[in-house]
């Protein structure tokens, strides 16, 4: 199995920045598509941005276009989300997610095999 841990969530008042990071354990990770997801208290879980594993494709939901920035770096098996003009609906818990086979639907939880727990990211006004 391919293990996922988070870090880099807190509290941020709005319009600040947070790195969020996700390091993976095998030997295998620079063939995996790996994406960001969220969770707001009562709402559904929400796709928030995805690279593929080749770094040729990276997608974003519309609402953090321009804001956000996903990266990966396969020498230390981890993904990172750099946040940046954090707003009050960005609070939320953010995990990270990886996929194992190949996809053209990023943005869809079931392209991904493996999830992180989460870490929280609050802004505040």
Do not use: H
Not at 7 to 22: E, F, H, I, M, P
Not at 74 to 88: A, E, I, P, W
Not at 89 to 112: I, K, L, M
């Amino acid at each position: 199995q391919v293990q996922l841990v988070e870090s880099g969530g807190g509290s941020v008042q709005a319009g600040g920045s947070l790195k969020l990071s996700c390091a993976a354990s095998g030997r295998t990770f620079s063939t995996y598509d790996l994406g960001w997801f969220r969770q707001a208290p009562g709402k559904e879980r929400e796709f928030v941005a995805g690279i593929r594993w080749n770094s040729f494709l990276t997608v974003y939901t519309e609402s953090v276009k321009g804001r956000f920035t996903i990266t990966r770096d396969n020498g230390k098996n981890t993904v990172y989300l750099q946040m940046n003009s954090l707003k009050l609906e960005d609070t939320a818990v953010y995990s990270c997610a990886a996929g194992t086979r190949r996809s053209s639907s990023p943005a869809a939880p079931a392209t991904y095999d493996y999830w992180g727990q989460g870490t929280q990211v609050t802004v505040s006004s």
